[in-house]
Nanobody, 115 residues
């Protein structure tokens, strides 16, 4: 059974940093594409970053480019999202997702950025 478990969320002041983790199990962690999404209250879920194991390519939405960094540790079956220079508008529930549609989703982790 494929499982994704996010952790690392919390409350931080604007300008601060957090590192989110997405621990994966139930599939071969050497051929995957895992993305990070977020959903703020009253807004649609948006994709913000993705990493592909095949060529190590990464993607960032304009809203997080230059501030967030996605990485993976295949030995730990974990994908990370380092979030720096956090802004109030980064407040959301953050999810990781494996694969396309429908794919597999984690349960989410709350990130709250206060001024």
């Amino acid at each position: 059974e494929v499982q994704l478990v996010e952790s690392g969320g919390g409350r931080v002041q604007a300008g601060g940093s957090l590192r989110l983790s997405c621990a994966a199990s139930g599939f071969t962690f050497d051929d995957y594409a895992i993305g990070w999404f977020r959903q703020a209250p009253g807004k649609e879920r948006e994709g913000i970053s993705c990493i592909s194991s095949g060529d190590g390519s990464t993607y960032y939405a304009d809203s997080v480019k230059g501030r967030f960094t996605i990485s993976s540790d295949n030995a730990k079956n974990t994908v990370y999202l380092q979030m720096n220079s956090l802004k109030r508008e980064d407040t959301a529930v953050y999810y990781c997702k494996l694969g396309g549609n429908p794919g597999y989703w984690g349960q989410g982790t709350q990130v709250t950025v206060s001024s």
